[in-house]
């Protein structure tokens, strides 16, 4: 996944510890979905959202349709600000490199995004579904759930998830020292 170049989320900023935007940077986001949301209903309905990551990425119509699906949860068919706002962190996470830190400082609502059927745990079939969005590549996703499945049930709970971004920092920090030597 790939922002396009020139998008206005390229000038957004994202706090790259705790992988939020600055107040300043979540009230531009705020002004542009108020200019998204042409009905002024506060809410984008699904068309406006597929139209609005069409023009901001590469993303094909499945996995928008998909990143429309997974934060709408009420199932209402629409995506209020709040939803717009984590999906722009999600995109801005993945821009900037920072998708294993906005799952660990994030983990609640990320294990929320993750878990597409609703039973609080997360199987291999849905993360392998929404991959995408937080760069996992397959042999990766497959390591882990062998390294992170503890309970041996081939699914992630809340707990094995927070365990697996926490790894996944650390040797990303580890890497990085490794290259500054």
């Not at 939020?20 to 002004?31: C, D, E, G, H, Y």
């Not at 081939?154 to 365990?163: A, C, D, F, P, T």
């Not at 971004?165 to 990303?172: E, G, L, R, S």
């Amino acid at each position: 996944m790939k922002l396009k170049s020139g998008c206005f989320l390229q000038r957004l900023c994202l706090d790259e510890v705790y992988c939020l935007l600055s107040v300043r940077n979540t009230a531009v986001l705020a002004k542009d979905f108020r200019l998204l949301d042409v009905y002024r209903k506060n809410y984008l309905n699904n068309l406006q959202f597929y139209c609005f990551l069409c023009y901001m990425t590469n993303l094909n119509k499945d996995q928008i349709m998909l990143l429309f699906d997974l934060p709408d949860q009420n199932t209402w068919g629409k995506i209020c600000f709040n939803e717009f706002y984590m999906v722009a962190c999600i995109l801005l996470s993945h821009e900037n490199h920072l998708e294993k830190q906005f799952i660990h400082q994030h983990a609640g609502p990320a294990f929320q995004l993750l878990d597409v059927d609703g039973d609080n745990m997360i199987d291999f079939n849905e993360i392998e579904a929404t991959r995408f969005l937080f760069n996992i590549q397959k042999e990766e996703l497959k390591k882990i759930f062998k390294d992170f499945d503890i309970s041996g049930d081939e699914q992630l709970n809340y707990r094995e998830l927070k365990m697996f971004t926490v790894f996944c920092i650390d040797k990303q920090q580890q890497k990085e020292e490794e290259d500054h030597e």
